[in-house]
């Protein structure tokens, strides 16, 4: 079997991929985002953790795990860090003291005034077309999950059947 050239238009091209895209799309976010997350002294998953709490103050960490993709074990040392800087707090639900809630101090509120300015819609370069591509990137996110979902179902049967 002859080996493949570059020009081959049998040979898959990266730049052709949609999961290269995306991947080097998320790295060139983080790289823009990286001077201002420096200047707030977070990390870009702290920084989520702080926006989906100023969305919705006082959650449960499951209920804040399952908002930003995140397991318990990865969530939780980021929650230790935000609260050592003084940004949140964490306590026992009352209510149900297996469930441990989220919610912001009063310096975690102060960071949204420094943080909101430092957007980057306008760097991204679409213009009108930002909000088509945002929804268009979460469909494809919620099709690939519900397709995960659905193969980790099947592979469950097949190995009970086993």
Not at 37 to 45: A, F, I, Q, S, V
Not at 63 to 68: P, S, V
Not at 78 to 106: F, M
């Amino acid at each position: 079997m002859p080996t493949p050239t570059p020009n081959d238009p049998n040979v898959p091209k990266l730049a052709n991929f949609l999961c290269f895209a995306i991947y080097s799309a998320n790295l060139a976010y983080g790289r823009a985002y990286k001077p201002i997350l420096d200047e707030l002294g977070l990390t870009y998953t702290q920084y989520i953790a702080i926006i989906a709490l100023w969305e919705e103050d006082d959650q449960s960490v499951g209920g804040l795990g399952e908002k930003l993709f995140l397991e318990s074990n990865t969530l939780t040392p980021i929650l230790k860090k935000l609260e050592a800087l003084g940004y949140i707090r964490r306590r026992r639900d009352p209510a149900d003291e297996r469930q441990v809630r989220v919610s912001l101090t009063p310096e975690g509120r102060k960071l949204r005034e420094k943080a909101l300015p430092m957007n980057l819609v306008a760097a991204a370069g679409l213009g009108e077309d930002f909000p088509v591509v945002q929804k268009a990137v979460v469909r494809l996110r919620n099709n690939l999950l519900k397709t995960a979902r659905g193969q980790a179902a099947e592979m469950a049967v097949a190995k009970a059947a086993e």
